[in-house]
């Protein structure tokens, strides 16, 4: 995959990229008295690709759900699209939710297995009405990451774990958002789709301008597709720079271990 402009050279051809769509200060989260994330601070901008790395128990999901305004940070503060995202009520958030959409690693778990592909991607276009119209839009959609329209009939269990993920990224796509926050996307998949996937990631940031927080354990991935990483461990930030620095001149112990664990960094450029 040939590299594209990074999140620095799209904010100097582009004065609106230089405002973050996303900013994460200092944000803190305990449970049962266990510090899970410890004063992280992020930006993402529009149109760029944000890697962040980790082994499980790392915080790397607690922080998506900070970023997703699923949970409150104890410390710290989230702001979307410039304004305050953490620390507001529910129903101030409720609109400028739109803006922002998740990918799970899951999507068979968050779907309702009652519902045809249609009715799921249609629960995220609730504001179009119903009819012709919601049904264009939804093929639309379904096109838009590389399925045919004759699996709108189908549910979710007749579909391979590759089609239930290109789904999913369909309702997430479905409100607009600015922002996807994919967490572990890929994990479940065997590694030939993995790549398509990853491809079509890469394709629609290209194509629609998302800004895209993709989190999961394996740089490998990681290098596949973002602009930037943020390696977490423990709880904290570690180390943060432009993906080709970070795999090149690590500067984090933590960093060189999981570089170090990958068969080729070659083989993911």
Same mark, same amino acid.
Request: hydrophobic share 40%; charged share 25%; aromatic share 2%.
């Given at each position: 995959?040939?590299?594209?402009?990074?999140?620095?050279?799209?904010?100097?051809?582009?004065?609106?990229?230089?405002?973050?769509?996303?900013?994460?200060?200092?944000?803190?989260?305990?449970?049962?008295?266990?510090?899970?994330?410890?004063?992280?601070? $992020?930006?993402?901008?529009?149109?760029?690709?944000?890697?962040?790395?980790?082994?499980?128990?790392?915080?790397?999901?607690?922080?998506?759900?900070?970023?997703?305004?699923?949970?409150?940070?104890?410390?710290?503060?989230?702001?979307?699209?410039?304004?305050?995202?953490?620390?507001?009520?529910?129903?101030?958030?409720?609109?400028?939710?739109?803006?922002?959409?998740?990918?799970?690693?899951?999507?068979?778990?968050?779907?309702?297995?009652?519902?045809?592909?249609?009715?799921?991607?249609?629960?995220?276009?609730?504001?179009?009405?119903?009819?012709?119209?919601?049904?264009?839009?939804?093929?639309?959609?379904?096109?838009?990451?590389?399925?045919?329209?004759?699996?709108?009939?189908?549910?979710?269990?007749?579909?391979?774990?590759?089609?239930?993920?290109?789904?999913?990224?369909?309702?997430?796509?479905?409100?607009?958002?600015?922002?996807?926050?994919?967490?572990?996307?890929?994990?479940?998949?065997?590694?030939?789709?993995?790549?398509?996937?990853?491809?079509?990631?890469?394709?629609?940031?290209?194509?629609?301008? $998302?800004?895209?927080?993709?989190?999961?354990?394996?740089?490998?991935?990681?290098?596949?597709?973002?602009?930037?990483?943020?390696?977490?461990?423990?709880?904290?930030?570690?180390?943060?720079?432009?993906?080709?620095?970070?795999?090149?001149?690590?500067?984090?112990?933590?960093?060189?271990?999981?570089?170090?664990?990958?068969?080729?960094?070659?083989?993911?450029?």
């Amino acid at each position: 995959r040939a590299a594209g402009p990074s999140g620095a050279d799209r904010a100097a051809g582009d004065p609106a990229a230089a405002v973050p769509v996303l900013e994460v200060d200092r944000v803190s989260k305990s449970y049962a008295g266990h510090p899970v994330v410890r004063e992280v601070s $992020l930006q993402l901008a529009a149109g760029e690709t944000l890697g962040l790395v980790g082994e499980s128990g790392s915080g790397k999901t607690t922080l998506a759900r900070l970023v997703l305004g699923l949970a409150e940070p104890d410390q710290g503060s989230v702001r979307l699209a410039g304004r305050p995202w953490s620390g507001v009520p529910e129903r101030r958030r409720r609109a400028e939710r739109l803006r922002i959409q998740a990918v799970q690693q899951d999507p068979l778990g968050s779907f309702d297995p009652r519902y045809t592909v249609e009715q799921v991607i249609g629960e995220a276009l609730a504001g179009l009405p119903r009819g012709r119209a919601r049904r264009a839009r939804t093929g639309r959609l379904l096109d838009q990451v590389g399925l045919p329209a004759e699996l709108l009939g189908r549910r979710p269990t007749e579909l391979s774990g590759g089609q239930r993920q290109r789904v999913a990224i369909a309702r997430a796509l479905a409100p607009e958002p600015e922002v996807l926050v994919c967490d572990e996307p890929v994990s479940a998949l065997d590694v030939s789709i993995q790549a398509q996937i990853l491809d079509l990631l890469a394709d629609l940031r290209s194509e629609l301008g $998302l800004a895209l927080l993709f989190i999961s354990h394996d740089l490998g991935v990681v290098h596949h597709l973002a602009d930037r990483v943020a390696v977490m461990k423990d709880g904290r930030l570690v180390e943060t720079g432009e993906a080709t620095e970070v795999f090149t001149n690590p500067t984090a112990e933590y960093t060189r271990a999981l570089l170090a664990a990958l068969p080729s960094v070659e083989a993911f450029a």
